[in-house]
């Protein structure tokens, strides 16, 4: 199956910087890659994805980039805030199949 | 549109016990996931329902069980509980159809076995 791997476990960042979160995968057959955010007592809320037919995709700060070659793809916040601290989850899939995540990044960024 | 609405949002049950949660999917969705996610971790497929079938299995033992209804919502039950069950549960629901494959996840329930 599935196997996702994340990069780092734990991110801290001043305000205003760039933070950058990557992952791995493992089945090349997957084609939908989401990232979410998850703050504390919350479930996971959607925040970009892309499909393998894409290379980046942006919306305002974040971006998302997707390397089918290497099986990897990245998140990146620009401009960083206080309220974007939070676990920052990624995952996979194979169109309408399962979810397979990552552990996980705590962003924390500092004021 | 209404989300994913779960409930309880907090629940104690003794090792041995039996356990039920609720989740009602978000309007429009058919497709019903759910997932369990232990402290500081990743969230973990269970299963999926589609047509009030299970429609894909993570691994997980026969006492995790499922429902689900005609109006799409949906129940997890786990039996025999143990304290390793600690965790917060997450519903998911998503549309099967139309190409898009997002999923809503809810708030989740967090069941603590002591």
């Known amino acids: 199956g599935e196997n996702v791997e994340q990069h780092p476990s734990t991110l801290s960042v001043q305000e205003g910087d760039s933070a950058v979160i990557k992952c791995t995968y493992s089945?090349?057959?997957?084609?939908?890659f989401p990232w979410y955010k998850q703050e504390l007592g919350k479930g996971p809320q959607l925040i970009i994805d892309i499909r393998s037919n894409v290379g980046e995709k942006k919306d305002q700060r974040i971006a998302v980039t997707l390397n089918k070659t290497a099986k990897h793809f990245s998140l990146h916040i620009t401009e960083t805030q206080p309220e974007d601290s939070a676990v920052y989850f990624c995952a996979a899939s194979r169109g309408y199949s399962t979810l397979t995540f990552g552990k996980g990044t705590m962003l924390l960024v500092s004021p | 549109e209404t989300g994913v609405t779960q409930s309880p949002t907090h629940l104690i049950k003794t090792r041995g016990q039996q356990v039920t949660l609720r989740c009602s999917s978000q309007?429009?969705?058919?497709?019903v996931s759910w997932y369990q996610q232990a402290l500081g971790q990743g969230p973990q497929f269970i299963f999926q329902?589609?047509?009030?079938?299970?429609?894909g299995r993570g691994n997980f033992p026969p006492r995790f069980s499922g429902l689900q209804f005609p109006n799409y919502s949906s129940e997890l039950n786990v039996n025999a509980l143990e304290l390793d069950d600690s965790a917060l549960y997450l519903c998911?629901?998503?549309?099967?159809?139309?190409?898009?494959?997002?999923?809503?996840f809810g708030s989740g329930t967090r069941l603590t076995v002591v």
């Open positions: 089945d090349s057959a997957s084609n939908y």
């Open positions: 329902y589609y047509r009030e079938e299970e429609n």
């Open positions: 998911a629901s998503s549309l099967q159809t139309g190409g898009d494959y997002g999923y809503t």
């Open positions: 309007s429009g969705h058919n497709t």
